[in-house]
Nanobody, 117 residues
């Protein structure tokens, strides 16, 4: 499995970015796919994911500002981030989970998002 993220960068508060994750090699049933992030000194946290039942899951801190979407024809998952805040600064990782217990998860290399005030 390969997950390749892109789209990070430096943006001012209130600005927008769109992250992309191109995936390949997935031959198993997916429990969830989406985005997590990790800020310096913090644990990695869920940002937004698609789950196997078809629903989406967002962190409370990003609801109403971030939108996860996908293009199955392009094997790509997106994260549209609007009204960015300095506290959104983190490395954003694409994730594919095979189960709800975190066993056998796949991760991309991460893309840095920096929001200046």
């Amino acid at each position: 499995v390969q997950l390749v993220e892109s789209g990070g960068g430096l943006v001012q508060a209130g600005g927008s970015l769109r992250l992309s994750c191109v995936h390949s090699g997935i031959t198993f049933d997916i429990y969830s796919m989406g985005w997590h992030r990790q800020a310096p000194g913090n644990e990695r946290e869920l940002v937004a994911t698609f789950r196997s039942g078809g629903d989406t899951n967002y962190a409370d801190s990003v609801k109403g500002r971030f939108t996860i979407s996908r293009d199955n024809a392009k094997n790509t998952v997106y994260l549209q981030m609007n009204n960015l805040k300095p506290e959104d600064t983190a490395v954003y990782y694409c994730n594919v989970a095979q189960n709800p217990w975190g066993l056998g998860d796949y991760w991309g290399q991460g893309t840095q998002v920096t929001v200046s005030s």
